[in-house]
């Protein structure tokens, strides 16, 4: 599991693609304190396995299901990626839940300045706009930002400065792709609401029960 408050960008040093999907070199010296083979790191969002570690560098293979349905695919070598390590079990929980698991893609369709912020809008398939309220939580390349504000096929998120500095949203243009991971507890409310197991069982949760709540609109 991490928390969407990504360490930093680890550059390509290297892709090796092969029928087993795609080995990726990455440089991330500021992650090899406690990094070790068989760590989990998030990788433009994408949880891959750690293989191999030294000299600053570590090496993740994603298969090719990973490569067609996320933006791992189109990395270069000398390219830039965000990461990640797992939450450690005493760690902050800063960002919030997050997976490493993709729903989708998205596509960047318009960037613009917001005093020192940049807002990104991002286009989506409705299956994921679905799960997209304003003020709530979704991860963008790994990155755990607050929506904006959310529509039918598409939403918005403002990046400050700090977030400019540490990840690649600060040079990020319109047409770009980007990994969209929703909010898990979005998924699972989702589930409960229709899910039908047995004749006649009854979670006691339904849709006007979360409307009383506050949870629907």
């Known amino acids: 599991m991490f928390t969407g408050l990504v360490e930093g960008t680890a550059r390509l040093a290297a892709v090796s693609r092969h029928t087993g999907g795609a080995t990726f070199t990455l440089e991330a010296p500021f992650l090899m304190d406690d990094l070790r ?3 989990s790191v998030a990788v433009n969002g994408v949880c891959l396995t750690v293989e191999t570690v030294g000299g600053g560098l570590f090496t993740a293979t994603a298969v090719p299901e990973t490569l067609r349905r996320t933006n791992l695919g189109g990395l270069q070598p000398g390219g830039r990626a965000h990461v990640e390590r797992a939450m450690r ?3 902050r ?3 919030h839940i997050v997976t490493g698991h993709i729903d989708g893609i998205g596509h960047v369709a318009d960037v613009y300045p917001d005093g020192e912020a940049r807002v990104l809008v991002i ?4 299956a994921l706009a679905r799960y997209m309220v304003d003020k709530g939580s979704v991860a963008v390349d790994g990155v755990s930002l607050t929506i904006m ?7 918005s998120v403002s990046i400050i400065p ?5 990840t690649r949203f600060g040079e990020i243009r319109a047409g770009e792709t980007v990994n969209i991971e929703c909010d898990v507890i979005a998924k699972y ?3 409960l609401l229709t899910y039908r197991g047995d004749a006649g069982a009854s ?5 006007a029960f979360l409307a009383r709540h506050g949870f629907l609109r």
Do not use: L, Y
């Open 37 to 39: 083979v068989g760590d």
């Open 93 to 95: 929980f800063g960002g």
């Open 89 to 91: 079990a005493d760690g």
């Open 149 to 155: 504000r959310a529509e039918k096929d598409r939403f």
């Open 189 to 191: 409310v989702e589930r």
């Open 162 to 166: 700090h977030t400019q500095a540490v």
């Open 123 to 126: 286009r989506v398939d409705p």
């Open 203 to 207: 979670g006691g949760i339904d849709a």
